[in-house]
């Protein structure tokens, strides 16, 4: 009894993904700041972007800080963000959210 295997390999061609696509999208957004004690202070922002029915853009991000001085501050919170796009063809929702940590300097 012989067995003959044959085994091939087929190669698989370089596949490219890619894209360049640019837009302007108004925004309508607003912004609220509270201090609350001396150094405490808490921020909310809102964005709303609209070009058409299938094409917005949105955020909203709240954050508490503490102010060490004029110049220095430090604050944390948290950041939804949600885009919705036609990109090369096909229609694109992507959505961002997690904690923000960020140091303002003031000059």
């Not at 370089?14 to 360049?20: A, H, I, L």
């Not at 150094?39 to 609209?50: I, P, Q, S």
């Given at each position: 009894?012989?067995?003959?295997?044959?085994?091939?390999a087929?190669?698989?061609?370089?596949?490219?993904?890619?894209?360049?696509k640019?837009?302007?999208?108004?925004?309508?957004?607003?912004?609220?700041?509270?201090?609350?004690?001396?150094?405490w202070?808490?921020?909310?922002?809102?964005?709303?972007?609209?070009?058409s029915?299938?094409?917005?853009?949105?955020?909203?991000?709240?954050?508490?800080?503490?102010?060490?001085?004029?110049?220095w501050?430090?604050a944390?919170g948290?950041?939804?963000?949600?885009?919705?796009?036609?990109?090369?063809?096909?229609?694109?929702?992507?959505?961002?959210?997690?904690?923000?940590?960020?140091?303002?300097?003031?000059?």
């Amino acid at each position: 009894m012989s067995v003959d295997l044959e085994a091939a390999a087929s190669a698989v061609s370089d596949r490219s993904f890619g894209g360049d696509k640019s837009w302007v999208v108004p925004l309508v957004a607003g912004r609220f700041s509270a201090p609350f004690g001396e150094k405490w202070f808490a921020n909310a922002y809102f964005d709303h972007g609209l070009t058409s029915s299938d094409e917005t853009s949105w955020q909203a991000v709240g954050t508490v800080g503490y102010r060490f001085s004029e110049r220095w501050a430090v604050a944390g919170g948290y950041r939804h963000m949600e885009l919705e796009q036609e990109i090369g063809g096909l229609d694109s929702a992507i959505t961002l959210s997690g904690p923000v940590v960020g140091v303002n300097i003031r000059f």
